[in-house]
């Protein structure tokens, strides 16, 4: 099992890969369940309290880092076994860390007053725009390695 979630070399089955995609699944969602409850925890308490995420953010930081490579390694293995490049799970997370860059940005502009300063606030909206097409993008290459991934065929000789 450790090596089917930390080594990005070689070929998986679909029965392997069902496998490490239902713990990939299961880590995402225990993520943003811890990630949602300190944020409801956080909001309930007083203003001037530090709350929960501070002290979360790093672990929960490292938690979805690990369940990104731990889905890089078994959708590269599967999609090799499929007779695709590994370089579309590459792809993926790109526009993945491109999108939330972007949104990161956006924020920040609108949150420390440079959006004033941008032309008309022309800045915040391509960057947002620049979210949503790297969103797009990341989950329709989601969708499509998925799907080669799941099917049943293999392509290499085993």
């Known amino acids: 099992m450790k090596q089917l979630l930390t080594d990005p070399e070689g070929v998986i089955g679909r029965g392997e890969f069902l496998k490490g995609f239902k713990i990939v ?3 995402i969602i225990v993520s943003w369940g811890i990630y949602y409850g300190s944020v409801l925890a956080t909001a309930s308490m007083p203003v001037h309290t530090t709350g929960m995420l501070p002290f979360l953010g790093v672990p929960l930081f490292f938690a979805i880092i690990s369940t990104l490579y731990f889905a890089f390694c078994i959708y590269a293995k599967r999609l090799r076994d499929r007779g695709y490049s590994s370089g579309w799970v590459t792809t993926c997370l790109l526009a993945f860390f491109f999108a939330i860059s972007a949104r990161f940005a956006a924020q920040q502009i609108v949150g420390t007053g440079a959006a004033e300063a941008a032309a ?3 800045v915040p909206l391509v ?3 620049t979210f949503v097409g790297f969103l797009a993008l990341h989950v329709g290459l989601v969708i499509w390695m998925t799907l080669m ?3 049943a065929e ?3 000789k085993s």
């Open 127 to 129: 960057l947002n725009i």
């Open 154 to 156: 293999s392509k290499t």
């Open 120 to 122: 008309d606030q022309w």
């Open 149 to 151: 991934c799941v099917s």
């Open 25 to 27: 699944v299961l880590l």
